[in-house]
Nanobody
């Protein structure tokens, strides 16, 4: 059974930082693109960042470029999303996702095979 479990969400002040974790199990981790999506109330789920399987290329949405940083560890089969200089518009439920192939660029939700349950990030202004 594949599982993706996010943690690390919470309340941050504008300009602050949070680090999200996604612990996975049951995946062929080295062959899986790990992505982070977010969904704010009333908005569509959007891709934030991903690290492509095998080639380990990283991609970011324009809105988070230079502020968010994605990383993975093969041994721990875990991904992290370091979020710095948080803005109120970063507030959302953040989801970890898995796509069973390498890819170029941020994925669409329709490409995702496995989802975590999400972790809530709130940013106070």
């Amino acid at each position: 059974e594949v599982q993706l479990v996010e943690s690390g969400g919470g309340l941050a002040q504008t300009g602050g930082s949070l680090k999200l974790s996604c612990v996975t199990s049951g995946l062929a981790f080295r062959d899986t693109t790990i992505a982070w999506f977010r969904q704010a109330p009333g908005k569509e789920r959007e891709g934030v960042s991903c690290v492509s399987a095998r080639d380990l290329r990283t991609y970011y949405a324009d809105s988070v470029e230079g502020r968010f940083f994605i990383s993975i560890d093969y041994g721990e089969e875990t991904s992290w999303l370091q979020m710095n200089s948080l803005k109120p518009e970063d507030a959302a439920v953040y989801y970890c996702a898995g796509i069973p192939r390498s890819r170029s660029g941020l994925p669409q939700s329709s490409e995702v095979h496995w989802w975590g349950r999400g972790t809530l990030v709130t940013v106070s202004s």
